[in-house]
Every structure is written in C-alpha cells, then in structure tokens.
C-alpha cells in the first residue's frame, strides 16, 4: 500500500485571481470554498481524490520571499510547446530566470503571483 498526492496546497494573496488563472491553465473548475476564502479547483468530472491532484489556493498575507522549493510542471495535451506556451503567456503567465542556461527543454514560467512552474516539451494525453 502506498500515498498518493490528492492535492497540492499554493499560499496565495488573491485565490480567486489565481483560481481563474490555473482554471484556464488545467481545464480546472473551482470545487469548494472556505469561509476564509480558500478556494479549491480540480477537474470537473473527477474532482477531489480523483486520478489528478486538486490545487488549494489558501489565503495568505505573507510575501512570496524566495524561489519556491516545490514547483508545478504542466505538458500540453492538444498542442506543441510553443502553441502552448503562447497560450499560457496570453492566460498570465510570464517567463522568469532562476538560473536556467537557455539550453532546456522547458519554459521557467510565473502565474500571476510570481510562483514559479515550468511548461515541459512532451505532449501528454488528457486524463
């Protein structure tokens, strides 16, 4: 018997901005909200404990003050990298440096509270 990861947990300063921010990035709804204004998003059919992790976007009013330690790395389903890397620019993202070379395979990308996940080259099949 083993864990399985069943949701990842994001401290945030606007969970409804980056809520419709990762919505648009993973095909997520939002699934459940708390009366601290946390909000929960994961894919619509499956939702909580399903083959996917869900993202809680907690509320929190400390600064973001260095790379985070633990990163989310997404693959596109239906595109090539560079279709998708201009789709995910257009949905917020920007491209930051944490030391890369210029010679990987992947984007270093920010959503729009400067966490840090990378855009891989593969393209994967939807779950």
Known sequence: MACRITELVLDVHDPDRLARFWCAVLDY??????????????PAEAGFGGPQPTIVLSRTDEPKATKLR??????ATDRDQDAELQ??????????DVGQTGTESWHVLADPEG?????LRRRVPAV
């Open 29 to 42: 709804v939002e699934l459940d909200r708390t009366d601290d204004g946390d909000v929960e998003i994961g």
């Open 70 to 75: 633990l990163h989310i790395d997404v693959n």
């Open 87 to 96: 789709r995910l620019l257009a949905a917020g993202a920007r491209p930051v």
């Open 115 to 119: 966490n840090e996940f990378c855009l």
